[in-house]
Protein backbone atom coordinates (compact mmCIF):
# COMPACT_ATOMS: atom_id res chain seq x y z
CA UNK A 1 0.00 0.00 0.00
CA UNK A 2 1.34 3.18 -0.68
CA UNK A 3 1.19 5.81 1.96
CA UNK A 4 2.95 8.91 2.95
CA UNK A 5 2.87 10.50 6.62
CA UNK A 6 0.04 12.50 7.29
CA UNK A 7 -0.06 16.20 9.08
CA UNK A 8 -2.72 15.84 11.61
CA UNK A 9 -3.47 20.06 11.00
CA UNK A 10 -4.85 18.79 7.92
CA UNK A 11 -7.42 16.42 9.73
CA UNK A 12 -11.07 18.19 8.45
CA UNK A 13 -11.03 20.51 5.67
CA UNK A 14 -14.27 22.42 5.14
CA UNK A 15 -15.09 23.58 2.02
CA UNK A 16 -17.52 26.01 -0.43
CA UNK A 17 -19.56 23.16 -0.44
CA UNK A 18 -20.09 22.20 3.32
CA UNK A 19 -23.75 23.11 2.70
CA UNK A 20 -24.55 21.12 0.06
CA UNK A 21 -22.35 17.85 1.00
CA UNK A 22 -23.70 17.91 4.54
CA UNK A 23 -27.42 17.86 3.05
CA UNK A 24 -26.60 15.34 0.62
CA UNK A 25 -24.86 12.84 3.51
CA UNK A 26 -27.95 13.17 6.13
CA UNK A 27 -30.21 12.35 3.07
CA UNK A 28 -28.05 9.03 2.07
CA UNK A 29 -27.97 7.95 6.28
CA UNK A 30 -31.87 8.92 6.20
CA UNK A 31 -32.37 6.75 2.88
CA UNK A 32 -29.99 4.05 3.73
CA UNK A 33 -29.63 3.50 7.41
CA UNK A 34 -27.15 0.59 8.05
CA UNK A 35 -26.09 0.22 4.23
CA UNK A 36 -23.95 3.50 5.30
CA UNK A 37 -24.36 3.77 8.94
CA UNK A 38 -23.85 1.52 12.12
CA UNK A 39 -22.13 0.98 15.47
CA UNK A 40 -21.91 -2.54 17.31
CA UNK A 41 -21.24 -3.50 20.76
CA UNK A 42 -17.61 -2.82 22.13
CA UNK A 43 -17.38 0.54 20.10
CA UNK A 44 -18.36 2.78 22.25
CA UNK A 45 -15.57 3.88 23.51
CA UNK A 46 -13.86 4.30 20.26
CA UNK A 47 -17.06 6.29 18.68
CA UNK A 48 -16.70 8.33 21.89
CA UNK A 49 -12.99 9.14 21.68
CA UNK A 50 -13.17 9.83 17.78
CA UNK A 51 -16.11 11.82 18.20
CA UNK A 52 -14.38 13.96 20.84
CA UNK A 53 -11.41 14.41 19.04
CA UNK A 54 -13.07 15.59 16.19
CA UNK A 55 -14.94 18.40 18.39
CA UNK A 56 -12.09 19.66 19.82
CA UNK A 57 -10.21 19.70 16.32
CA UNK A 58 -12.97 21.82 14.40
CA UNK A 59 -13.36 24.14 17.46
CA UNK A 60 -9.64 24.94 17.42
CA UNK A 61 -9.35 24.99 13.61
CA UNK A 62 -12.83 26.93 12.71
CA UNK A 63 -13.80 28.90 15.73
CA UNK A 64 -15.74 31.25 13.63
CA UNK A 65 -17.73 27.89 12.82
CA UNK A 66 -17.62 25.91 15.67
CA UNK A 67 -17.77 26.31 19.63
CA UNK A 68 -18.40 24.47 22.92
CA UNK A 69 -21.19 25.79 25.69
CA UNK A 70 -22.69 25.38 28.10
CA UNK A 71 -19.66 23.59 30.16
CA UNK A 72 -18.33 21.77 26.74
CA UNK A 73 -21.78 19.37 26.57
CA UNK A 74 -22.96 21.25 23.71
CA UNK A 75 -21.46 21.87 20.09
CA UNK A 76 -22.59 25.10 18.19
CA UNK A 77 -22.28 24.67 14.51
CA UNK A 78 -22.52 28.35 13.10
CA UNK A 79 -22.77 27.05 9.58
CA UNK A 80 -25.78 25.29 9.70
CA UNK A 81 -27.32 26.94 12.82
CA UNK A 82 -27.65 23.83 14.85
CA UNK A 83 -26.40 22.62 18.54
CA UNK A 84 -25.76 19.22 19.37
CA UNK A 85 -26.16 17.67 23.03
CA UNK A 86 -22.60 15.87 23.41
CA UNK A 87 -24.01 14.29 26.45
CA UNK A 88 -27.38 12.43 25.32
CA UNK A 89 -26.38 12.17 21.38
CA UNK A 90 -24.82 9.10 19.67
CA UNK A 91 -21.09 9.86 19.50
CA UNK A 92 -21.09 8.95 15.90
CA UNK A 93 -24.00 10.80 15.14
CA UNK A 94 -22.88 13.89 16.17
CA UNK A 95 -20.19 13.13 13.81
CA UNK A 96 -22.76 12.92 10.72
CA UNK A 97 -24.44 15.57 12.18
CA UNK A 98 -21.40 18.05 11.72
CA UNK A 99 -18.54 16.33 10.16
CA UNK A 100 -18.72 16.24 6.09
CA UNK A 101 -16.51 13.41 5.83
CA UNK A 102 -16.25 9.55 5.99
CA UNK A 103 -15.32 7.14 9.26
CA UNK A 104 -14.68 3.26 9.56
CA UNK A 105 -13.03 2.19 12.72
CA UNK A 106 -11.49 -1.01 13.27
CA UNK A 107 -10.86 -3.00 16.32
CA UNK A 108 -8.63 -5.61 17.72
CA UNK A 109 -9.88 -8.68 18.87
CA UNK A 110 -8.18 -10.32 21.18
CA UNK A 111 -8.81 -14.17 20.93
CA UNK A 112 -7.30 -14.26 17.44
CA UNK A 113 -5.37 -10.50 17.50
CA UNK A 114 -6.78 -9.50 14.33
CA UNK A 115 -8.61 -6.14 13.42
CA UNK A 116 -12.39 -6.21 12.40
CA UNK A 117 -14.80 -3.43 11.42
CA UNK A 118 -16.85 -2.25 14.49
CA UNK A 119 -18.70 1.29 13.53
CA UNK A 120 -18.95 3.13 10.39
CA UNK A 121 -20.56 5.91 8.42
CA UNK A 122 -19.38 5.85 5.13
CA UNK A 123 -21.33 7.27 2.50
CA UNK A 124 -19.01 7.75 -0.23
CA UNK A 125 -18.30 4.53 -2.01
CA UNK A 126 -19.19 2.92 -5.50
CA UNK A 127 -19.71 -0.50 -6.41
CA UNK A 128 -20.34 -1.41 -2.32
CA UNK A 129 -21.45 -0.52 0.58
CA UNK A 130 -19.45 -0.26 4.52
CA UNK A 131 -22.75 -2.20 5.76
CA UNK A 132 -21.54 -4.96 3.26
CA UNK A 133 -17.95 -5.26 5.79
CA UNK A 134 -19.88 -4.77 8.95
CA UNK A 135 -17.75 -7.41 11.52
CA UNK A 136 -15.47 -8.94 9.15
CA UNK A 137 -11.88 -8.93 9.57
CA UNK A 138 -9.77 -6.94 7.84
CA UNK A 139 -8.50 -8.70 5.32
CA UNK A 140 -12.22 -9.56 4.22
CA UNK A 141 -12.71 -6.83 3.81
CA UNK A 142 -10.92 -6.68 0.71
CA UNK A 143 -11.84 -9.99 -1.13
CA UNK A 144 -12.32 -8.16 -3.90
CA UNK A 145 -9.44 -5.95 -4.82
CA UNK A 146 -6.92 -7.37 -7.17
CA UNK A 147 -4.33 -9.28 -5.63
CA UNK A 148 -4.96 -8.05 -2.20
CA UNK A 149 -4.83 -11.68 -0.90
CA UNK A 150 -1.89 -12.94 -2.21
CA UNK A 151 0.35 -9.80 -1.86
CA UNK A 152 -1.05 -7.63 0.28
CA UNK A 153 -2.77 -9.23 3.03
CA UNK A 154 0.20 -10.60 5.75
CA UNK A 155 2.05 -7.48 5.47
CA UNK A 156 -1.61 -5.28 6.10
CA UNK A 157 -2.25 -7.32 9.28
CA UNK A 158 1.46 -6.45 10.66
CA UNK A 159 1.67 -2.72 9.64
CA UNK A 160 -2.20 -2.49 11.42
CA UNK A 161 -0.79 -4.32 14.55
CA UNK A 162 2.31 -1.74 14.59
CA UNK A 163 0.39 1.24 13.28
CA UNK A 164 1.75 3.96 16.11
CA UNK A 165 -0.92 6.38 17.79
CA UNK A 166 1.94 9.55 16.77
CA UNK A 167 2.29 8.26 12.85
CA UNK A 168 -0.80 8.60 11.00
CA UNK A 169 -0.89 7.77 7.10
CA UNK A 170 -2.80 9.21 3.54
CA UNK A 171 -2.89 7.52 0.90
CA UNK A 172 -5.37 8.24 -2.12
CA UNK A 173 -7.34 5.86 -4.30
CA UNK A 174 -8.40 6.48 -8.10
CA UNK A 175 -11.30 4.96 -10.31
CA UNK A 176 -12.81 6.76 -13.59
CA UNK A 177 -16.80 7.21 -13.76
CA UNK A 178 -19.33 9.16 -16.21
CA UNK A 179 -20.88 10.39 -13.45
CA UNK A 180 -20.01 11.63 -9.94
CA UNK A 181 -22.38 9.48 -7.26
CA UNK A 182 -20.96 10.09 -4.33
CA UNK A 183 -22.66 6.66 -3.20
CA UNK A 184 -23.88 4.01 -5.56
CA UNK A 185 -24.18 0.56 -3.96
CA UNK A 186 -26.00 -2.96 -5.73
CA UNK A 187 -27.61 -3.27 -3.04
CA UNK A 188 -30.22 0.16 -3.31
CA UNK A 189 -31.61 -1.14 -6.32
CA UNK A 190 -32.40 -4.21 -8.60
CA UNK A 191 -30.29 -4.02 -11.82
CA UNK A 192 -28.43 -1.85 -10.08
CA UNK A 193 -25.21 -0.21 -13.04
CA UNK A 194 -21.98 0.94 -12.27
CA UNK A 195 -22.01 3.31 -15.42
CA UNK A 196 -24.52 6.00 -15.95
CA UNK A 197 -24.04 4.89 -20.18
CA UNK A 198 -24.49 0.98 -19.84
CA UNK A 199 -27.26 1.08 -22.02
CA UNK A 200 -26.31 3.89 -24.22
CA UNK A 201 -22.65 3.02 -24.40
CA UNK A 202 -21.87 5.33 -27.70
CA UNK A 203 -23.11 8.21 -26.59
CA UNK A 204 -20.30 8.55 -23.72
CA UNK A 205 -17.91 11.67 -24.39
CA UNK A 206 -15.07 11.97 -22.78
CA UNK A 207 -16.68 15.38 -21.01
CA UNK A 208 -18.68 13.03 -19.41
CA UNK A 209 -15.77 11.38 -17.56
CA UNK A 210 -14.93 12.39 -14.35
CA UNK A 211 -11.71 11.33 -12.33
CA UNK A 212 -12.66 10.05 -8.88
CA UNK A 213 -10.00 10.16 -6.07
CA UNK A 214 -11.23 8.95 -2.78
CA UNK A 215 -8.49 10.79 0.05
CA UNK A 216 -7.95 8.88 2.82
CA UNK A 217 -5.87 8.75 6.34
CA UNK A 218 -5.61 6.54 8.49
CA UNK A 219 -4.58 6.43 12.68
CA UNK A 220 -4.85 5.02 15.82
CA UNK A 221 -6.80 6.62 18.32
CA UNK A 222 -4.53 7.18 21.73
CA UNK A 223 -7.48 5.35 24.33
CA UNK A 224 -9.66 2.70 22.57
CA UNK A 225 -6.89 1.46 20.30
CA UNK A 226 -9.14 1.61 17.12
CA UNK A 227 -7.43 2.56 14.01
CA UNK A 228 -9.55 5.11 12.66
CA UNK A 229 -10.09 5.37 8.61
CA UNK A 230 -11.06 9.13 7.12
CA UNK A 231 -12.37 8.92 3.36
CA UNK A 232 -12.89 11.69 1.30
CA UNK A 233 -14.03 11.57 -2.47
CA UNK A 234 -13.12 14.27 -4.86
CA UNK A 235 -14.02 14.23 -8.59
CA UNK A 236 -12.22 15.93 -11.02
CA UNK A 237 -13.35 16.52 -14.98
CA UNK A 238 -11.03 14.26 -16.85
CA UNK A 239 -10.88 17.12 -19.07
CA UNK A 240 -8.44 19.01 -17.11
CA UNK A 241 -5.65 16.58 -17.57
CA UNK A 242 -5.57 18.05 -20.81
CA UNK A 243 -3.43 21.43 -19.77
CA UNK A 244 -1.26 19.36 -17.14
CA UNK A 245 2.11 18.40 -18.56
CA UNK A 246 2.97 14.61 -18.70
CA UNK A 247 -0.53 13.22 -17.11
CA UNK A 248 -2.16 12.52 -20.21
CA UNK A 249 0.49 10.04 -21.35
CA UNK A 250 0.81 8.66 -17.73
CA UNK A 251 -2.81 7.71 -17.50
CA UNK A 252 -2.61 6.74 -20.99
CA UNK A 253 0.65 3.83 -20.12
CA UNK A 254 -1.43 2.92 -17.08
CA UNK A 255 -4.60 2.42 -19.33
CA UNK A 256 -2.75 0.30 -22.17
CA UNK A 257 -0.47 -1.61 -20.03
CA UNK A 258 -1.97 -1.78 -16.27
CA UNK A 259 -2.81 -5.10 -15.13
CA UNK A 260 -6.08 -6.05 -16.44
CA UNK A 261 -7.90 -7.05 -13.39
CA UNK A 262 -6.51 -3.63 -11.96
CA UNK A 263 -8.04 -1.46 -14.55
CA UNK A 264 -11.49 -3.53 -14.35
CA UNK A 265 -11.49 -2.48 -10.73
CA UNK A 266 -11.15 0.71 -11.44
CA UNK A 267 -13.56 1.44 -14.40
CA UNK A 268 -15.86 0.46 -17.07
CA UNK A 269 -14.81 -1.30 -20.49
CA UNK A 270 -16.22 1.91 -22.50
CA UNK A 271 -15.14 4.08 -19.92
CA UNK A 272 -11.39 2.62 -20.85
CA UNK A 273 -11.92 2.66 -24.36
CA UNK A 274 -12.98 6.80 -24.19
CA UNK A 275 -10.11 7.75 -22.20
CA UNK A 276 -7.82 6.13 -23.93
CA UNK A 277 -8.18 7.74 -27.26
CA UNK A 278 -8.24 11.19 -25.69
CA UNK A 279 -5.48 10.86 -23.61
CA UNK A 280 -3.59 10.25 -26.99
CA UNK A 281 -4.83 13.28 -28.22
CA UNK A 282 -3.96 15.39 -25.10
CA UNK A 283 -0.60 13.38 -24.80
CA UNK A 284 0.54 14.22 -28.83
CA UNK A 285 -0.79 17.76 -28.20
CA UNK A 286 1.30 18.24 -25.44
CA UNK A 287 4.38 17.77 -27.32
CA UNK A 288 3.45 20.00 -30.28
CA UNK A 289 2.62 22.90 -27.76
CA UNK A 290 5.74 22.41 -26.26
CA UNK A 291 4.95 21.67 -22.65
CA UNK A 292 6.88 18.30 -22.22
CA UNK A 293 9.82 17.25 -24.18
CA UNK A 294 9.07 15.20 -27.31
CA UNK A 295 11.55 12.31 -25.89
CA UNK A 296 10.59 12.56 -22.34
CA UNK A 297 10.01 8.54 -21.11
CA UNK A 298 6.68 8.25 -19.66
CA UNK A 299 7.14 7.36 -15.96
CA UNK A 300 5.80 8.92 -12.58
CA UNK A 301 7.11 12.50 -12.73
CA UNK A 302 9.46 13.54 -9.32
CA UNK A 303 6.66 15.92 -8.21
CA UNK A 304 4.54 12.98 -7.40
CA UNK A 305 1.72 12.97 -6.34
CA UNK A 306 1.75 16.45 -7.96
CA UNK A 307 2.09 17.61 -11.29
CA UNK A 308 4.48 20.72 -12.96
CA UNK A 309 2.88 23.72 -12.24
CA UNK A 310 -0.02 22.28 -9.96
CA UNK A 311 0.54 25.22 -7.23
CA UNK A 312 -0.60 28.06 -9.99
CA UNK A 313 -3.31 26.09 -11.11
CA UNK A 314 -5.12 25.19 -7.42
CA UNK A 315 -4.19 29.19 -7.18
CA UNK A 316 -6.15 30.33 -9.93
CA UNK A 317 -9.11 28.10 -9.07
CA UNK A 318 -9.18 29.63 -5.29
CA UNK A 319 -9.03 33.09 -7.35
CA UNK A 320 -5.62 34.11 -5.44
Known amino acids: MAHYKFDPDWWVELEQSYHSIMAQRQELIKKHGELVFFTDPGSELACRE ?20 DDNTVLNNRLLNTRTDLVNTPPLKVVAENIPEDY ?4 RNEDDGFYYLRAAMVCSSVGWDIGMNRGKQLRRIHDHVPDYAEKMAFS ?43 EKKEELRIEH ?24 AVFTPITELREEPFMPAI ?14 YKMVDHIKDVTIEACKVWAQ ?16 VKESPFFPGWEEKWHG ?3 F
Open 50 to 69: LMEMLVQFTCKRYPQYFSLE
Open 104 to 107: AMVL
Open 156 to 198: MDRFFAKLAVDQPIQRCSWSLEDHAPLFSSPRMTENWERSAFA
Open 209 to 232: IKLRCDYQTLRRLPLSGAVVFNFK
Open 251 to 264: LLKVLEEGKKSLIT
Open 285 to 300: EQVDKGMVPEDWEVAT
Open 317 to 319: QQG
